[in-house]
């Protein structure tokens, strides 16, 4: 049973590259999340999505963008890696009332 | 503007003592709040939840307080063990804006031998 599956663990980019975080959950959840954490900042809701198809803006958004093509699947994209974009990112999935997570993508842009 | 908030950044408590760790909510909506511990390198784990209807959880060593009217709730571990040493992170839930999670910034607790 693997839960929730992040894809890489670890990257580093150089400023203006893209790349694309995928998150894969196999307990068939309709709702699907990226968060960042920051020292200081705790978790913060990137986007989200209630459904296949479905994609919503979360409290930082901005230079984030998000896919959910397939119920399983939500794929966090960054088309123009920024340093301030250097964190440790989340995906989770939930069926209501309890948030399951991956276990990380250490991203850092140099 | 932080609607979940956790003003310790670290607590130490001695083993078999008890750890208190508390937060704090601004937004009357939120329907469920959970507790999440997290180790280095790995992601958060869920540990124990409370219903906005209710005012008291407990699973074994853990027990998770809610006060509607101040808008807090604790989380209780009792007694606490060398193995607890994580960030807890408190979060709520609001049901009708997407079923979004909001987090504070995490309590780091160590617990000495």
């Known amino acids: 049973n693997a839960g929730v599956t992040q894809t890489p663990k670890f990257r580093v980019l150089k400023t203006g590259q893209s790349m694309t975080l995928l998150c894969a959950q196999d307990m068939n959840h309709e709702y699907m999340y990226w968060y960042r954490q920051d020292p200081g900042m705790g978790l913060r809701l990137i986007h989200y999505s209630v459904g296949e198809g479905t994609t919503a803006k979360g409290e930082v958004p901005d230079g984030y963008n998000v896919s959910r093509l397939k119920k399983q699947n939500f794929l966090l994209g960054l088309e123009s890696a920024a340093p301030s974009q250097t964190s440790v990112y989340f995906c989770?999935?939930?069926?209501?009332?309890?948030?399951?997570f991956g276990q990380g993508t250490r991203l850092t842009v140099v | 503007d932080q609607q979940v908030k956790q003003n310790s950044p670290s607590l130490s408590v001695q083993e078999g003592r008890i750890s208190i760790l508390n937060c704090d909510y601004t937004n009357s909506m939120f329907d469920y709040f959970l507790w999440y511990k997290k180790y280095p390198a790995e992601g958060p784990t869920f540990l124990i939840s409370i219903s906005s209807i209710k005012d008291k959880n407990e699973d074994g060593r853990f027990t998770v307080f809610l006060n509607k009217s101040a808008k807090h709730l604790s989380l209780h571990i009792v007694p606490s063990q060398p193995g607890d040493s994580a960030v807890y992170f408190c979060?709520?839930?609001?049901?009708?804006?997407?079923?979004?999670?909001?987090f504070g910034t995490g309590t780091s607790l160590t617990v000495i031998p």
């Open positions: 979060a709520a839930r609001r049901a009708n804006t997407g079923n979004q999670f909001y």
């Open positions: 989770a999935s939930s069926y209501g009332t309890e948030a399951f």
